[in-house]
């Protein structure tokens, strides 16, 4: 009976799960808080980490691992293996300028063929060219850079700086995924390596970079076990999930993501859709939006409400809410692009605006702007058969009741549960046949 360990390292958290594989099931688990903010010093998240497992109960019965973790992050490395600053996180927008000077430098329709994406801030080339034009100095020191889950698999496996590891600094022994790689902004779908010209442009030079395994490549750490490629957070929550080709993913939280499994890849010249790369050998296209379960907050603070009464009041109106629609662009919008944008009630009479009309404008408001994800999948050739539904928002029994309308499709809610620990565990698994 072998068990393995599956991390998850978002932004805000590092939770751990042990699963025995015979079962499949969560014999144990740790969490641990990571600080809050745009910029964060790895050491954090390697504290945490270390917390976790053994909050998790340690790794003595644990014969394979893996670690998902939030995407973009920028871990700059010394020769040393010293981290040389705080890692810029995906949500830094402080390189939004540079993203611009990338974009006009190659053009949209070269980067997107070349790299799947159009540079925005959250991705690490875009905070490599910040680096560089910021804080030069720093940006001579760079030897290597790895994102937060490459940085973790290292120093897990024994390797970071002299005096603060068993290993040493071996930079070479930086690894990555497929997923990971693909939202850097300088890594290549088509050819599956890096586009050091676009390192160059970005950094000024050239770096080391982590070693891309395949979905079932393995090293190891110093007590032999294997330790799997991991993961980006949205490609680990579809292994998690058990997406197949044909399947959406729709994750409603602060934010909205959604995603799909998809057998070729995408070319998206406007930036709409970005063009990542699973965990499986497939690719996984990819829409933000800014605006979801922040929208049911919102209403339901204004109805005086708890979210479970905001639910109530949404299923107690007829669809279309007697012609009320909320367009719900309360911090802006990234799909569509309209940064600037405010939400906007409509269709306002003496008959429609009630609580329950409210309510139910503001669940169909905010799936709607999902569908526009969805939509945008389609338009780059995306089939769609079916949407899986998770995240916070995905246990209101109202956004559950709704949703196949509003999308028009099947939609499947999965079990609550830490799916991108989870996508990470059944990687180690797989490395042990299971």
């Not at 010093?41 to 394979?64: H, R």
């Not at 760079?142 to 698999?153: F, I, R, S, Y």
């Not at 209403?299 to 107690?316: K, Q």
């Not at 246990?395 to 499947?412: K, L, N, W, Y």
Request: glycine residues 12%.
């Amino acid at each position: 009976m072998a068990r393995v360990m599956g991390v998850d390292s978002s932004t805000q958290s590092c939770k751990v799960v042990i699963v025995d594989t015979e079962s499949g099931n969560v014999v144990r688990e740790g969490r641990a808080p990571h600080p809050d903010g745009t910029e964060v010093d790895p050491a954090a998240w390697w504290t945490a980490l270390e917390s976790a497992i053994a909050a998790a109960g340690g790794l003595d019965d644990v014969a394979a691992w893996s670690i998902g973790g939030q995407q973009h992050g920028m871990v700059a490395l010394d020769a040393a293996g010293r981290v040389i600053r705080p890692a810029l996180l995906w949500n830094d927008t402080r390189s939004g300028a540079a993203a611009a000077e990338l974009t006009a430098e190659f053009g949209a329709e070269t980067l997107a063929r070349r790299t799947g994406l159009v540079p925005v801030a959250s991705f690490t080339i875009t905070k490599l060219r910040w680096l560089r034009d910021h804080e030069p100095d720093n940006a001579r020191r760079v030897a290597a850079v790895a994102l937060p889950h490459d940085w973790l698999t290292w120093r897990l496996r024994g390797y970071g700086p002299a005096g603060e590891s068993a290993l040493g600094p071996v930079l070479e022994e930086l690894v990555t995924d497929r997923s990971d790689a693909s939202g850097t902004g300088y890594w290549s779908p088509e050819t599956g390596g890096y586009d050091r010209e676009l390192v160059v442009a970005a950094l000024g030079r050239d770096a080391v970079l982590p070693r891309v395994l395949g979905p079932r490549e393995s090293v190891t750490d110093p007590d032999g076990r294997r330790v799997g490629p991991g993961a980006g957070d949205n490609a680990g929550a579809a292994l998690g999930v058990g997406a197949r080709p044909g399947d959406a993913i729709v994750s409603i939280g602060t934010s909205g993501t959604v995603f799909a499994v998809s057998a070729e890849r995408t070319v998206d010249a406007s930036g709409t859709v970005a063009g990542f790369a699973d965990a499986d050998g497939h690719f996984l296209p990819i829409v933000v939006t800014l605006n979801a379960a922040r929208v049911l907050d919102a209403i339901a603070r204004l109805l005086g409400v708890d979210h479970a009464a905001l639910s109530d009041l949404a299923l107690a109106a007829e669809p279309g809410a007697g012609g009320l629609r909320l367009v719900p662009y309360f911090e802006g919008e990234r799909t569509p692009n309209l940064p600037d944008a405010t939400a906007s009630l409509l269709g306002m009479t003496l008959a429609s605006t009630t609580r329950e009309n409210l309510a139910r404008a503001a669940v169909e408001g905010m799936l709607s702007g999902l569908g526009a994800g969805l939509e945008a999948l389609r338009g780059v050739g995306v089939p769609l058969e079916r949407v899986l539904l998770i995240g916070g928002a995905a246990q209101s029994p109202a956004v559950r009741t709704i949703a196949p309308a509003v999308f028009g499709m099947p939609v499947e809610v999965p079990e609550p549960g830490e799916y991108v620990a989870l996508g990470a565990a059944r990687q180690a698994a797989r490395l042990l046949g299971a």
